[in-house]
Nanobody, 126 residues
């Protein structure tokens, strides 16, 4: 019933920017812990950013200062603004949500979220 659909991925050069979107349907997502995660081929999935029901955010050390997670409750959409992109940011980016995850942080979310989107690919060239 819960649907998460990512969009906004693409190919950009290092130093560029991308804005990822996650359209949410099937539940009142404002009450959920939500986040962005990424996985490159042959590597472990890692957390990028999370945002809780009150708007508090958590970021991976590798992206702090370069990305911003936000949500628009009226539009039922989650966003990830990424700036100063680096080749190591190349990965499949997934939107995820969990109704009760606490604390709502990158570390906690990486261990398991209830719902996931199918991903949007981000490729950063040197």
């Amino acid at each position: 019933q819960v649907q998460l659909v990512e969009s906004g991925g693409g190919s950009v050069q290092a130093g560029g920017s991308l804005r990822l979107s996650c359209a949410v349907s099937g539940y009142t997502y404002s009450n959920y812990c939500m986040g962005w995660f990424r996985q490159a081929p042959g590597k472990w999935r890692s957390g990028v950013a999370t945002i809780d029901s009150d708007g508090s955010t958590s970021y991976a050390d590798s992206v702090k200062g370069r990305v911003t997670i936000s949500k628009d409750k009226d539009k039922n959409t989650l966003y990830l603004q990424m700036n100063s992109l680096k080749p190591e940011d190349t990965a499949m980016y997934y939107c995820a949500a969990d109704p009760i995850l606490y604390p709502c942080t990158v570390l906690a979310g990486t261990s398991g979220m209830d719902y996931w989107g199918k991903g949007t690919l981000v490729t950063i060239s040197s």
